[in-house]
């Protein structure tokens, strides 16, 4: 993927794979009052990172797909 937009999904693929596992690392633990603590917001932002990541993917093999039957 030498194009511009297969190295942004590589990148945004790896951002994602960052935020989950660092969500994971982190983990959670009930405080002494009994609230839940935990890193939510790396989840949303790991799925939304690799949804544009594929979504990128795809849209850089059908470019490259394109140029090469033009």
């Known amino acids: 993927m030498k194009t511009i937009?297969?190295?942004l999904s590589l990148v945004l693929l790896?951002?994602?794979l960052g935020a989950l596992l660092?969500?994971?690392l982190i983990?959670?633990?009930v405080?002494?009052?009994g609230v839940l603590r935990e890193p939510f917001f790396l989840l949303p932002i790991g799925l939304l990172l690799a949804g544009?990541?594929?979504a990128t993917g795809?849209?850089?093999i059908a470019w490259r797909h394109a140029q090469d039957r033009a």
């Open 14 to 16: 790896g951002c994602s």
């Open 27 to 29: 983990g959670s633990h």
């Open 5 to 7: 937009l297969g190295r």
């Open 31 to 33: 405080d002494r009052k």
């Open 52 to 54: 544009a990541g594929a």
């Open 58 to 60: 795809i849209t850089a």
């Open 22 to 24: 660092a969500f994971r």
